[in-house]
């Protein structure tokens, strides 16, 4: 609540006072405090109740209230009053006397009851000029100024959306940004996110603290490890919010970080109180009644230690929390509480407490698992200082917060980041991490260790014929299996699909070869009822030696690869020990190199996409446009998909690319609406993915484009290949509202029969048939026949590679839909297209006008 002293010169007017206590000496003393100043227009009453019969009766410019009347405390009288059903006004001026208080802990309470001003009854020589100073004063109210550091718009405006109400929000998108809005604006609390461009959160809390080391910060961040957290928090942030997170849990967050200076200023003015008056004995037991009142009305544990641990003092939210009776705890040590586990944890924690109190240095926040009444395991957080009375400097006062949900929250993303949710085995991030370590091991200790990558061979079927649950269900027996053959220190991970990952520790080349054997084994034996049929696996296996000869954890993979894809080649069920002189390596070497080159491309937004006009005959104008990958190089050549999409079909790496086209693709149609239409190439392997269908759903929910403005193309072999398939994802397709084309007629199978099975929209005829159309009479008659098939079905045919005004001529006279190729235009960035566009817009209202 902020005072605006628009005209402090304003003389005297006529003040309507209300004056309710039930203290009659303390009622007397401030009647006559008034009066001697010279407000006589006042009306003293002893009782809420006649208060609240004063301010529906008469007009009252300004409320004077105890703190205890006793049948309406003065806390809740100002909430009535600011809830506006009373006939007074709103934004009555409030003034709270009060015979004992804590500043703090009565400043916190006032700003959140909405009373203007606080004052003891021992000063109640300053009342005439507070009553002046706020009658003649603007209210003005005020909410905390909160900064949120944070690059995603989607993330910044969640948050703005559900602190709205509780904060006045200021947003920064990237880390300098929102260094520098601090700095110039030093607000009460900054949400910051951990990951940002320019600056990263990490820097700019180090950078805030080293200015302001009171100023709160809450991290947030949807990627990080126990050792960051605990890093960032001993770094200065007073909490830490890992995402996603709930609108709840961030209010709570920010509820706490926004009163965490209250709450620590208040229990060092406690303190402070507490030393002064110890040599005023009943003064002081009044006012520990009064704060022991607050302080169980608080829902942080307030508690006090002495020297050896044991338990002085706890406020009420001790047996909320724990479940135990206060009276039943004082005495005890506080270790008597803790969970077995951590007890010896905590030893570790008094030592550095002590320490600290000896060097007369600030404590440690600790974090401790206690057990509760019913023997539940609950993780608190303990802000800890040493006692400021006199008498015991060796006690500790402490702030118990109850973060379990925080904890359970860090934990159960911990366990995600390194399981597979199918199998409970380690996931590839905690494989990739594991081989890192034991190259890097292998390399400084001259030790040995193995790596073993296993596929089950042709489960493939299984799924396609079964279906995925059945797949699944296999997939989790064989990692049961798998998991009871393992050494204890060896690591079995789950790569994605049916591929398999052993690290194993120390151990003989013949032992690891021993090994792979036993596993293969293992998989042999391994059979399964599925629809009264009785189902076996066999397995292929790549092994490699973690023998020192690289530090490059990636290498080792690769190697496995390779043993993997020799395994395979030569028969399948096979061991396979990498040699470099196996004669299939290259081949693969390459393509797992270029898999690697398209990622980082991907990673490095590198990846961009052409669009060649496709023309509309009959409407004679460009009807759509087909959207084509290019790669551009680290020098700034581009590169053309021949050079990089077989590779990526060699290596199983295909559904990488046809997931960032897609999304690509989408996005530029909703950066672009003057764009209305184009078409996505997808690969002979997208219709393997089972993400495929979501993926474009999703990329459709977050830009809002309509599915109608995209056709989906497929070749004539890959839509054939599992033609069941092919129909069930084209029907999903056009559930969505996307139209589908089939590429490449004619190349394949050479038949109609199946065009009327392909629920297709558009089918493209292969451009061999249409390059040499102008020399060759066959050809002629093919495309004329499949043109009238085509068009017989209720489908658009388009032609590929129109090269020249003569092959255009002869695709019209034979009544051909669409048209493509160099003659009508060639695959330019969207920039060029866009700037196509425009002149030919020029050009029509040119023509118009004239």
């Avoid at 159960?412 to 597979?420: E, I, T, V, W």
Wanted: charged share 25%; glycine share 4%.
């Amino acid at each position: 609540m902020l005072i605006d002293n628009t005209n402090p010169n304003q003389p005297d007017s006529p003040i309507n006072l209300l004056v309710v206590n039930n203290d009659p000496t303390a009622l007397a003393a401030i009647t006559a405090s008034l009066l001697a100043a010279g407000l006589n227009n006042l009306t003293s009453v002893d009782s809420a109740q006649k208060a609240l019969r004063t301010l529906r009766q008469q007009p009252v410019d300004l409320l004077i209230a105890d703190v205890d009347t006793a049948d309406l405390d003065g806390w809740r009288l100002s909430r009535l009053v600011r809830s506006g059903i009373l006939k007074c006004r709103a934004d009555l001026p409030i003034i709270i006397i009060a015979s004992t208080w804590c500043e703090r802990i009565a400043e916190v309470t006032a700003r959140e009851y909405g009373i203007n001003q606080l004052l003891p009854l021992e000063h109640l020589e300053q009342l005439p000029k507070v009553v002046r100073h706020l009658a003649h004063s603007q209210i003005i109210n005020s909410k905390p100024r909160l900064l949120i550091v944070e690059d995603e718009p989607d993330t910044a405006d969640l948050i703005s959306r559900v602190l709205a109400p509780s904060f006045n929000i200021e947003v920064a998108s990237e880390g300098d940004a929102g260094l520098k809005a601090w700095v110039q604006g030093r607000h009460d609390l900054v949400l910051l996110d951990v990951m940002l461009p320019k600056l990263s959160g990490r820097d700019i809390l180090i950078e805030i603290q080293s200015i302001d080391p009171n100023q709160p910060v809450v991290i947030m961040t949807a990627h990080t490890t126990t050792d960051q957290a605990e890093e960032l928090m001993l770094l200065g942030a007073v909490d830490f919010l890992p995402k996603p997170f709930r609108a709840e849990q961030l209010r709570k967050v920010c509820d706490i970080a926004i009163h965490r200076d209250d709450f620590l200023v208040s229990t060092q003015q406690f303190a402070t109180q507490v030393k002064s008056l110890q040599e005023r004995e009943l003064a002081f037991r009044q006012l520990y009644e009064s704060h022991h009142q607050l302080l169980d009305d608080l829902q942080s544990v307030v508690m006090e230690l002495d020297s050896d641990f044991a338990i002085c003092y706890l406020n009420r939210a001790w047996e909320t929390m724990m479940g135990f009776p206060i009276s039943d705890c004082i005495g005890k040590s506080l270790e008597h509480f803790l969970a077995d586990e951590d007890i010896a944890q905590f030893s570790l924690f008094k030592n550095k407490i002590r320490k600290a109190l000896q060097q007369n240095k600030p404590c440690p926040e600790i974090e401790i698992c206690l057990s509760n009444s019913r023997n539940q395991k609950l993780w608190a957080q303990l802000k800890i200082s040493r006692s400021s009375n006199a008498k015991q400097q060796s006690n500790l006062t402490i702030c118990l917060d109850n973060i379990t949900e925080r904890r359970e929250s860090q934990e159960q993303l911990k366990y995600l980041a390194m399981h597979d949710s199918l199998t409970g085995l380690y996931n590839r991030h905690f494989f990739e991490t594991t081989l890192a370590q034991l190259t890097a091991d292998s390399v400084r200790n001259n030790r040995q260790h193995a790596l073993v990558y296993l596929d089950l061979d042709h489960f493939k079927v299984i799924n396609d014929t079964f279906g995925h649950q059945k797949g699944d269900e296999v997939l989790r027996e064989m990692s049961h299996l798998l998991s009871k053959r393992i050494r204890g220190a060896d690591i079995l991970c789950r790569l994605g699909g049916d591929e398999f990952a052993i690290l194993l520790r120390d151990i003989k080349g013949t032992e690891a070869h021993d090994f792979a054997r036993s596993i293969q084994q293992i998989i042999g034996e391994f059979s399964f009822q599925l629809q009264e049929q009785r189902i076996n696996l066999g397995s292929s296996i790549g092994l490699t030696l973690i023998d020192g000869s690289t530090n490059n954890a990636e290498e080792h993979l690769m190697r496995a690869d390779i043993a993997l894809y020799v395994a395979k080649g030569r028969g399948r069920n096979l061991i396979h020990l990498y040699d470099p002189l196996d004669s299939e390596s290259d081949e693969l070497r390459h393509s797992i190199n270029m898999s690697q080159k398209v990622r980082k491309a991907i990673t490095d937004d590198r990846m961009v996409l052409y669009f060649q006009p496709i023309f509309d005959i009959k409407n004679n104008r460009i009807s759509y446009y087909e959207a084509l990958v290019r790669m551009i190089e680290t020098d700034g050549r581009i590169t053309g998909p021949d050079n990089f999409i077989p590779a990526l079909e060699a290596a199983g790496e295909m559904h990488l690319l046809d997931r960032w086209i897609i999304k690509l693709a989408i996005k530029t149609l909703n950066e672009h609406p003057e764009l209305t239409h184009i078409a996505i190439n997808l690969s002979a392997q997208a219709f393997k993915d089972d993400n495929l269908v979501p993926t474009i759903l999703e990329n459709l929910r977050e830009t809002g484009v309509n599915p109608k403005r995209i056709t989906f193309e497929l070749t004539e072999s890959a839509s054939l290949f599992n033609l069941q398939i092919t129909q069930r994802v084209i029907a999903e397709l056009h559930k969505l509202g996307c139209s589908f084309s089939v590429d490449d007629f004619g190349s394949g199978f050479s038949s109609f029969a199946y065009l009327k099975d392909l629920p297709a929209d558009y089918i493209k005829l292969d451009g061999s048939f249409i390059q040499n159309l102008h020399r060759d009479a066959i050809d002629q008659t093919l495309v004329r026949s499949m043109i009238q098939v085509i068009q017989a079905l209720g489908k658009k045919a388009v032609a590929e590679y129109v090269e020249n005004e003569a092959i255009l001529d002869i695709l019209k006279s034979m009544g051909i839909d669409f048209v493509q190729g160099y003659h009508i235009g060639h695959p330019l960035p969207i920039a060029k297209i866009l700037e196509a566009q425009a002149k030919i817009n020029l050009a029509s209202n040119v023509l118009t006008h004239h």
